[in-house]
């Protein structure tokens, strides 16, 4: 269930972050979800091994290359997904993966139970 949530609070998050941001075209709330689902798929098969074999440029840049990671996923969910998923270049890649970062922890703050002692 849980899961589920987390899917579409980062479909809502995409939908705001397409309409504000310049460079980023989503079709519809059926795109927004593939979206999420790709992109969700993408952090938890690629990200790990894009992560391995960069690992000395990310030690070297003491974290900051994982901004990179962050915007080719985001870029190759578009090359994946198609014509329903656009963006412009990396720097809209980058500004799109920083911010979707932001509203998906505040977003995912509100699942978060809490525990009653």
Do not use: C, H
């Amino acid at each position: 269930m849980k899961l589920i949530l987390k899917v579409l609070l980062t479909a809502i998050a995409v939908v705001i972050l397409a309409k504000f941001l310049p460079g980023i075209e989503i079709q519809g709330y059926t795109s927004a979800i593939i979206v999420a689902i790709v992109l969700g798929l993408l952090r938890i098969t690629v990200k790990p091994l894009l992560i391995f074999f960069t690992l000395p440029a990310t030690i070297v840049t003491l974290g900051l290359f994982l901004l990179v990671i962050n915007a080719v996923i985001v870029l190759l969910a578009d090359s994946l997904i198609g014509t329903s998923f656009e963006v412009s270049g990396f720097w809209t890649a980058l500004l799109f993966s920083l911010l979707l970062s932001l509203f998906q922890s505040f977003l995912y703050s509100f699942l978060n139970e809490k525990k009653e002692k």
